[in-house]
């Protein structure tokens, strides 16, 4: 089979993460006979270096026209200042919202090789395996006005949470059938004793349950889910979550497989699919991380990860999705690690070595 896929390195650590995926991309082409054309562009950072905007048009052009995105990682610390009016984020944010990605799938799985990775206990973390599903084009980061200005008291700034009932609907809707086909329970969380769009949210989520008798239903507040997280993890099976609460639980939830660095994603715009063949947005669940550009240290993991659930989701091959996941294990297995989830007696290597080890296992 043949297909398009865009390739957006990014910012930081993203170049060499990606490059690591593609090797591993390249390496199942070769043994399954597939043909994956591959188109670089300009995302981030990089991008407003080069062309003044973080989400060049051609870019975007091209990503409509794939079967599917992989990204590295998108931030540069010399945009961070309060004052700056175009913002790397702005490009993977508008990418998001142009190609109509609202659902991110960010599977948290604690490998039992890695589970002294984790900063929690063994008896934690041991069998640790969900799933998030965040809203990812509405709410804070979207919501209009947005804005910051001075007045007579000083400056002032305005953030808007917005959702319509489409917009909750269609995620967790997505939710709900993901839990269908894995354990039957489904956890939502919101904020619905302080929000209004939490009580929308929650609403919503009760009536869209009707439909789904043979699915459990749970609400939960977003602090009691953040310590949930950490006091027993394995309460968990599928979490549905609109756009800020779930980007900063999954960055918690991380820790508990070990590392930012083991965790993939992938953006969709509507239910996943085995076998199937829908377009989508796959990248990293970490950042840009500056401090490690260049320097052969990021684990690539997570960016070889969310390849997976590229071939799977967007290609339709679900056998050379599970055979790179398969070979992931098999050289966590047999000892070799990056620096993150680094342990006693087993052998550290780089971004390239882990790519190549990978590759070489498919």
């Known amino acids: 089979m043949k297909f398009r896929i865009v390739v957006l390195p990014g910012d930081g650590v993203g170049p060499e993460i990606t490059q690591a995926a593609v090797d591993v991309l390249q390496a ?34 091209m990503s409509k026209k794939s079967d599917a995105v992989l990204l590295g990682a998108v931030g540069d610390p010399k945009f961070d200042a309060p004052d700056i009016k175009v913002r790397p984020e702005e490009g993977i944010l508008g990418l998001r919202r142009k190609l109509g990605l609202f659902a991110n799938l960010r599977p948290v ?3 039992p090789m890695l589970i002294n990775a984790s900063n929690l206990k063994p008896e934690v973390v041991e069998g640790v395996d969900f799933i ?20 007579s008291g000083g400056w002032r700034a305005v953030d808007t949470m917005t959702y319509s009932e489409g917009e909750i609907e269609r995620i967790v809707r997505v939710g709900f059938e993901l839990a269908r086909g894995r354990k039957k329970r489904l956890i939502s969380v919101d904020k619905a004793n302080v929000l209004e769009c939490s009580r929308l949210w929650r609403q919503v989520a009760t009536d869209l349950s009707q439909s789904y008798p043979d699915v459990e239903l749970e609400h939960m507040l977003v602090d009691a889910c953040s310590m949930r997280l950490i006091q027993n993890p394995k309460h968990f099976d599928v979490i549905v979550s609109e756009n800020t609460f779930g980007d ?11 590392s930012m660095g083991m965790l993939p994603s992938a953006s969709l715009a509507g239910i996943p699919q085995e076998g199937a063949r829908t377009p989508g947005l796959y990248e990293p669940a970490h950042g840009s991380a500056p401090r490690r550009a260049g320097q052969n240290l990021a684990n690539p993991i997570a960016t070889i990860l969310s390849m997976a659930m590229m071939l799977r989701y967007s290609c339709g091959l679900d056998r050379e999705a599970q055979a790179v996941e398969t070979a992931v294990i098999d050289v966590l297995n047999e000892g070799s690690r990056t620096y993150d989830i680094m342990d006693e007696g087993q052998r550290q290597v780089g971004t390239r070595e882990m790519g190549e080890l990978v590759a070489g296992k498919v």
């Open 28 to 61: 199942v082409g070769k043994k399954y006979g597939h043909t994956f054309d591959l188109y670089n562009g300009l995302i981030g950072g990089v991008a407003i270096d080069v062309t003044g905007m973080p989400l060049p048009l051609d870019v975007l052009t």
């Open 248 to 258: 900063i639980l999954t960055d918690e939830a991380s820790m508990l497989a070990g």
């Open 109 to 111: 799985r604690t490998l």
């Open 132 to 151: 998030f599903v965040r809203e990812l084009t509405g709410g804070l980061y979207f919501g209009r006005p947005k804005k910051r200005w001075q007045a």
